[in-house]
């Protein structure tokens, strides 16, 4: 039997190539998003624990601080007592951003790791074996070993000079020992002793890792060991990886969730496809089945004949999908490859499918066919062999139209409800009940929609009767025309929803951008937000910028890591007296005099909306920050932001805390105001002589970086206006869908048209006419539905924290119907020439 199921069902589908062709798309569409889309992160991961492991080196336990800063050297004392540790060394080890041009264009380094050791511990836990010169020794002050590699890219040798940005200003490092070329993947490192790194960095007896290498080889002994460090340091502490890239990890998980959410929308808009495709093939095949019936197929045979074409259709499409999404990662992996070399300094392999992934896809392309067939195919199977061989079924099909319209105006009342309450999680709910609520009601007002549309059809192309007759063929199957144009009405109201958060977004972050960077002049460094890698100056560069002639305001920013409630976060160190005087943080709550006074006075911060939206907290919440003297209480006494840590989850505190918890003065960003009269020519020219100094900061005009950011801002949804346009892409297909099908089904009746004298352009009209009324039903329903998801997805923003306000897309309405329009004019190309083209006699014979 299942043989004969299969067999029937392949015979079918290749009987009807184009409409298994456009079927199998659908999904394809959907399963392609998902698979290309999931690669990313883990590959990602993957890249970033290679360069992790790269730089921790071949050592049983590393330990670092959770939050990835600098801990006091003395912390190695409580070790000491620990038994079987064999071996022991503290390091500080730092990632520098190269300036671009700093070693000059074709040398190709964008960022070193600067690595303080002692060199009396450090050789008795890994080799270091010296091709040239020397080792260092405990007596070095300004020297350096490196790699022959990184020696051949900067065309250095021993007793050369190499010359690194430092917290100092711009620092000579004699190269005084050349190790084997560097074949780990990472950055190129070079090595200086423990003291000499403290001072280039400004983190006096401060290290940053604890290597061990432990007695034991017995694995029950080793765990012991570790168990045993662990206690000993707490858990503040991590024993294994570095804590690395956190912020920009959860960045990329955000990120991936959107993309998840397109794929998952395009494979709704596929199970409607494959819905509509399976109900006019039952009533196509009513017949077919009648006579299956009549000959003792049982209803089971029936479901079990309809649900292998959806398998066969799902998994073909799923198969394809994943091919060519894993094609779709492998080019974003390799497209993103130089951004990721330059500010993430990592290396990407080869793209990672894991297991889970593959089973996901599966499971979502052919459980979304199978599940889209599952109603056609009960709906036929209930079909008896005498009412089969009846000509209609009108009177079922409308008892079932009124029962879900009434259904579906329940749902619409709800939804309204859901949205008037302002609560996101009913606004949200009721976005979903709003868009099936439509979908239900819109069968019954297929007929009054198409009524007004025809007319204004028939003024405007369908002469000649044809939109009448297109009008006719959509109340016919008014249940099959509703599901087509909601096919629609979801691909467009996308484009409205997501257009309507676009500019909603974009009004409220060009507003956050103003504030945050309205200084005159910006001293930025090489990679901005990613404040981790960037080496700052000491306290010197911001004394002599504040004594310049013209300088009026100076305030810097310092940087920091925490964790709070488990969640890392940044912290920014400002000066509550000079930051309110060059720039503005954007607040949701809280007084900005009230907070900005209290930075000083107490623990406390400002925390950003993404902050307090995944730890959960609200304003006067006490949380406790992680540091390198141990857990310290905040208060949090406002929720603003700025536009660089935006997707960052981000607390500002006071310069003073940040010094006295974290030990932290390194000042990594100054934004200045020139003196009422100063000229900026001047002064300019006498910033950028200091800055000589220290060439890890660019000086740039804030006015230019504002125009700068929203030319990047611009770029950025540019992306998301074509994801868009690939996620309209389904639309397309059910158009084509329905009227191929619709062609093939009204063969007897086109045929009987051009013997009665229809013309072939007449035929070729009426089915444009049908093409751009069904677009007109789902643009209208595309529009309401878009108004309602542009609202709640922008009060979903609202709620992380995001400072947007919703913003009425006018353009998103006008692209909405022009993309309707032309929806409908290309559907209906292929499906118009095939009616045309039927020769007469063949078509009254078609069965």
């Given amino acids: 039997m299942i043989r004969l199921q299969v067999a029937l069902a392949a015979r079918y589908l290749w009987g009807r190539k ?61 070790l000491h007592t620990v038994a079987g540790i064999r071996a022991m060394a503290g390091s500080l080890s730092r990632t520098i951003n190269i300036p671009d041009g700093y070693f000059g264009r074709r040398s190709g380094i964008t960022a070193l790791t600067l690595t ?61 020992g050349l190790l084997p070329a560097r074949a780990l993947p990472g950055n190129e490192e070079v090595l200086v002793t423990l003291t000499e790194a403290q001072k280039l960095l400004d983190l006096d007896g401060r290290i940053n890792t604890i290597e061990i290498n432990l007695d034991a080889a017995n694995t029950a002994q080793r765990e012991a060991a570790q168990k045993a460090i662990q206690a000993a340091l707490g858990s503040d502490y991590t024993l294994g ?18 993309m998840n959410l397109f794929g998952f929308l395009a494979l709704f808009m596929g199970g409607f496809i494959i819905f509509n495709t399976f109900r006019t093939v039952v009533a196509e095949r009513r017949h077919d089945m009648g006579m299956l019936r009549a000959l003792g197929a049982s209803r089971g045979t029936i479901i079990g004949l309809i649900l292998t074409e959806g398998f066969l259709q799902g998994a073909l499409g799923t198969l394809i999908g994943m091919v060519l999404g894993y094609l779709m990662g492998a080019l974003i992996l390799k497209f993103l490859q130089p951004t990721l070399t ?46 089969a061989l009846r000509p209609s079924i009108s009177e079922t099909i409308q008892r079932t139209a009124v029962a879900g319209a009434a259904a579906g105006a329940v749902m619409l009342v709800l939804a309204a409800i859901g949205l008037a309450s302002g609560v996101l999680s009913l606004a949200a709910l009721g976005g979903l009940l709003f868009i099936v609520g439509i979908v239900l009601v819109a069968p019954a007002l297929v007929k009054p929609i198409a009524s007004v549309f025809s007319r204004l059809l028939g003024l405007a192309l369908a002469r000649d009767g044809a939109g009448i007759l297109a009008q006719s063929n959509l109340i016919r199957q008014p249940s099959r025309s509703a599901i087509t144009a909601s096919t ?131 304003v006067g919440d006490v949380v406790r920050l992680s540091t390198p003297t141990g857990d310290k209480p905040y208060r949090i006494i406002a929720i603003a932001g700025d536009y660089l840590n935006a997707k960052v989850t981000t607390a500002y ?29 001047r002064v300019e020219a006498k910033l950028r002589k200091i800055l000589a100094d220290y060439p890890q900061f660019k000086l740039l005009s804030g006015r230019s970086y504002i125009e700068e950011n929203k030319q990047i801002f611009n770029a950025v949804f540019v992306f998301y206006f074509v994801l868009l346009g690939v996620l309209a892409a ?66 979903g923003l609202s709620v992380t924290g995001i400072p947007v306000v919703y913003v009425f897309p006018y353009a998103g309405l006008v692209a909405a119907i022009a993309a309707g329009l032309i929806f409908g004019v290309l559907a209906a190309l292929i499906p118009a020439r095939q009616a045309a083209g039927m020769e007469i006699v063949r078509a009254l014979r078609y069965e």
Avoid: C
């Fill in 730 to 795: 389904p639309s397309l297909i059910a158009l084509l869908n329905t009227l191929a099908i619709g062609v093939i089904e009204r063969t007897r009746e086109i045929g009987m048209l051009r013997a009665i004298g229809a013309t072939r352009r007449q035929v070729r009209r009426m089915v444009i006419a049908e093409s751009l009324l069904l677009a007109g039903i789902g643009t209208a329903f595309g529009l309401l539905a878009g108004l309602y998801l542009g609202y709640v997805m922008v009060l």
């Fill in 653 to 681: 505190i006071s310069q003073t805390y940040l010094e006295k918890d974290f030990r932290k003065d390194e000042d990594i960003l100054f934004q200045i105001n020139l003196a009422p009269g100063a000229d900026a020519t």
């Fill in 488 to 618: 629609t009405m979801v691909g467009l109201a996308i484009i409205v929803g997501l257009g309507g958060m676009v500019w909603s977004v974009s009004g409220g972050f060009l507003k956050v951008l103003e504030r945050s960077l309205g200084s005159d002049y910006l001293i930025i460094p090489p990679s901005v937000g990613m404040w981790k890698s960037n080496v700052g100056a000491g306290e010197d560069l911001s004394n002599r910028l504040r004594a310049t002639p013209g300088v009026g305001v100076v305030s810097s920013m310092r940087f920091a890591t925490a964790s709070a409630n488990g969640t890392a976060v940044s912290l920014l160190g400002i000066d509550p007296a000079t930051y309110p005087k060059v720039a503005s943080l954007t607040f949701q709550a809280g007084d900005p005099k009230t907070a900005y006074a209290a930075l000083d006075k107490e623990r406390s911060l400002i925390a950003n909306g993404l902050f307090v939206a995944q730890a959960g907290l609200h």
């Fill in 241 to 258: 990886g570095l804590s690395s890239g956190t912020e920009i990890l959860a960045s990329m998980q955000i990120g991936q969730i959107a």
């Fill in 116 to 176: 303080g050791i002692d060199p009396r511990s450090a050789p008795t836990l890994r080799n270091y074996p010296i091709k040239e010169g020397r080792f260092l020794r405990a007596g070095d002050t300004t020297s350096a070993v490196i790699a022959s590699s990184l020696a051949d890219s900067l065309g250095l040798k021993v007793g050369d000079k190499l010359h690194l940005p430092t917290t100092e200003g711009d620092v000579h490092l004699k190269v005084v």
């Fill in 342 to 387: 330059m500010f993430l300094h990592v290396q990407m392999g080869m793209p990672v499918v894991q297991p889970w992934l593959v089973v996901l896809t599966i499971a979502s392309g052919i459980g979304v066919t199978l599940l889209a067939g599952l109603w056609p195919a009960f709906s036929a199977s209930r079909v008896t062999p005498l009412e």
């Fill in 18 to 78: 184009l409409r298994t062709f456009l079927t199998t798309l659908a999904i394809v569409f959907g399963t392609l998003v998902i698979f290309g889309m999931n690669i990313l992160l883990p590959s990602m991961l993957k890249a970033f624990q290679s360069n992790i492991l790269a730089a921790s080196g071949q050592v049983d336990v590393t330990v670092t601080l959770k939050t990835g800063e600098a801990f006091s050297a003395a912390v190695m004392n409580r």
